[in-house]
């Protein structure tokens, strides 16, 4: 049985008289350390001086820093720039200002496991990766609540990388709701696989062959939008809240018995073993090696790519729709989000 930790489990005073230097106040960034802060941590932000983060920082109480001087002294350093920034930002910044036998802590793994960043020998390296998006992650915080995070230790030199690791999940609200250990192995390849396979890369090509099969049929493009893509989050909220029993619940014997006649029809056993085709990419380390090739030189292909999403009929369509859904409006109220069923 997976052990999970709580409040109870933690040593809150861990990160009493530490130093916590977060780089990045993108996402996770943002909603980290602000929740860290109103946890009484001792945070400061280290960011380009400058950038639209800086003023946004600026506007919510903090004094940031440029990242060389957040880092010296400090005794965490978080680093909550996208992966493909760390590797630089590391070199050239932050390593020539870390004091001995600090920390260096992720929330996500693949600038370790994949060899991109090497720390330094006298460091703890540790990851405490959230399992939501950072506003959630805040808003939850705020609410009284927390999202579920991920603690993994890949180097111990002080013999307190885990007990700093719970204290700051901690303190992000991550033990009110549970944190379980696993490693940056584990984190990265099952994360890479997810987006890839099922979350983002998976879903996306579903929706798409979906509307593609109805309008290539005859059928109105905004009909199938609504029928592939608008009534998506419907059925992933169930699912989100209850599984796939209480989505079942909630959707007509139609649709019941057309998921479990015709489901097993689209997403076949050949569709397992692209996905395990994928995972061993991802295991082997060559979807890595594609993608740091990708973005050091330039990454055309990848922008290109970008490109033709927004070309797409779907989103054309979608886009012109959405148009006229209040509650997506800027000013309309916001829905209470995985706050439980």
């Known amino acids: 049985m997976t052990t999970m930790y709580r409040e109870s489990d933690v040593d809150a005073n861990a ?7 977060v780089v990045g106040y993108g996402s996770q960034g943002r909603g980290q350390a602000l929740n860290l802060r109103d946890s009484g941590v001792d945070v400061r932000l280290g960011l380009r001086e400058g950038g639209a983060s800086w003023s946004e920082a600026l506007s919510e109480g903090w004094s940031p820093m440029n990242v060389e001087e957040a880092v010296d002294g400090a005794d965490l350093v978080c680093m909550l720039i996208p992966d493909m920034e760390q590797a630089r930002c590391y070199r050239e910044k932050v390593e020539p200002n870390l004091k001995q036998g600090s920390a260096l802590v992720f929330s996500y793994g693949l600038a370790i496991h994949y060899g991109l960043i090497e720390p330094r020998a006298d460091l703890d390296v540790f990851m405490i990766a959230p399992k939501g998006p950072g ?9 009284g609540f927390g999202v579920p995070c991920l603690i993994a230790v890949a180097k111990d030199e002080s013999g307190e990388a885990k007990t700093n690791a719970l204290a700051y999940a901690h303190s992000i609200g991550g033990t009110r709701a549970g944190v379980i250990e696993t490693t940056f192995d584990e984190e990265t390849e099952t994360d890479l696989f997810g987006e890839q396979a099922v979350l983002c890369g998976g879903v996306t090509e579903l929706i798409t062959a979906g509307f593609e099969t109805l309008v290539e049929a005859g059928y109105q493009p905004e009909i199938a939008y609504f029928e592939c893509l608008h009534e998506l989050k419907l059925i992933v909220d169930l699912i989100y809240r209850g599984g796939y029993e209480r989505m079942h619940k909630f959707v007509s014997d139609t649709a019941q018995y057309g998921d479990h006649t015709r489901g097993p029809r689209v997403i076949t056993a050949e569709t397992k073993v692209r996905m395990k085709e994928i995972l061993e990419e991802i295991r082997s380390g060559q979807f890595a090696k594609e993608w740091i090739s990708e973005w050091e030189s330039g990454a055309a292909n990848y922008r290109a790519l970008q490109k033709q999403d927004g070309e797409q009929l779907i989103e054309q369509v979608g886009k012109e729709l959405r148009q006229h859904f209040a509650w997506l409006r800027d000013d309309a109220p916001k829905e209470p989000i995985g706050t439980g069923s």
């Not at 506003?135 to 609410?143: I, N």
Request: no cysteine; net charge negative.
């Open 135 to 143: 506003g959630l992650v805040r808003e939850q915080y705020e609410e």
């Open 15 to 21: 990160l009493d008289r530490k130093v916590v230097a």
